[in-house]
């Protein structure tokens, strides 16, 4: 089990700028989580999916921010025009059912946007 | 009032001691909470979950839970220095709404054990 897999680990980029970040889920899971953590704000929920489908959005800054699941092994956050204050720590989880348990998180992606 | 809320800290205890982590959450029906604990630079790591009220063990961490206080503790027994940390407290939706499976996250309180 390879865990959940993110790419890339550390992305620096201009203010401005469309930025991708990439999320592999573990095999058979079919909740996948995106999550931003700051200092200030500490791990926000941004957008989850089940079985692909977006169930929940209302954490999304704004326009700006978009994700994508085309299919159960693999989802996308975008940042497009990316601000300074997008820099931040983002993490995908995932997690398999409805029931007891809680999430497997990536080692997640440090944004930077000078 | 945040949905979950954890003492601020930092909380420094000398290597042997017993740690308490303390959090209280909002939504009454909240019946799944988890503690994970993420070393400096790392994500999060899944360390107990408890469903019940009272307590539960595993090795030196205990966690205790009392839904009528809405109330959730770790307990780290005979702290060691690589228990230094930051820990979150975490708690799932309730059942029944769009946000069930969501996981709302504390700010976290950071721990150092000192040798």
């Known amino acids: 089990d390879a865990g959940v897999i993110q790419s890339p680990r550390h992305e620096v980029t201009e203010m401005g700028q469309e930025v991708t970040l990439r999320c592999k889920p573990i095999?058979?899971?079919?909740?996948l989580f995106w999550y931003r953590q700051t200092m200030m704000r500490g791990l926000e929920l941004l957008i989850y999916?089940?079985?692909?489908?977006?169930?929940?959005d209302s954490g999304m800054p704004e326009d700006r921010f978009s994700a994508k699941m085309p299919n159960a092994s693999f989802s996308t956050l975008k940042i497009q025009p990316s601000e300074p204050r997008d820099s931040a720590v983002y993490f995908c989880?995932?997690?398999?059912?409805?029931?007891?348990?809680?999430?497997?998180f990536g080692s997640g992606t440090r944004l930077t946007v000078v | 009032q945040k949905e979950v809320e954890q003492n601020s800290g930092p909380l420094s205890v000398p290597e042997g001691a017993i740690a308490s982590l303390n959090c209280t959450y909002s939504d009454r029906g909240s019946q799944s909470f988890f503690w994970y604990r993420q070393y400096s630079g790392k994500s999060p790591e899944l360390i107990m979950s408890?469903?019940?009220?009272g307590d539960k063990e595993d090795g030196r961490f205990t966690a205790q839970l009392n839904k009528a206080s809405q109330y959730v503790s770790l307990l780290i027994r005979d702290s060691q220095p690589s228990d230094s940390a930051t820990y979150l407290c975490a708690v799932k939706a309730n059942a029944g709404g769009t946000s069930y499976g969501k996981l709302t996250f504390g700010q976290g309180t950071i721990l150092t054990v000192h040798p």
């Open positions: 999916f089940n079985n692909n489908v977006p169930i929940d």
């Open positions: 989880a995932s997690r398999l059912g409805q029931g007891a348990g809680g999430y497997t």
């Open positions: 408890i469903y019940s009220n």
């Open positions: 095999s058979g899971h079919d909740y």
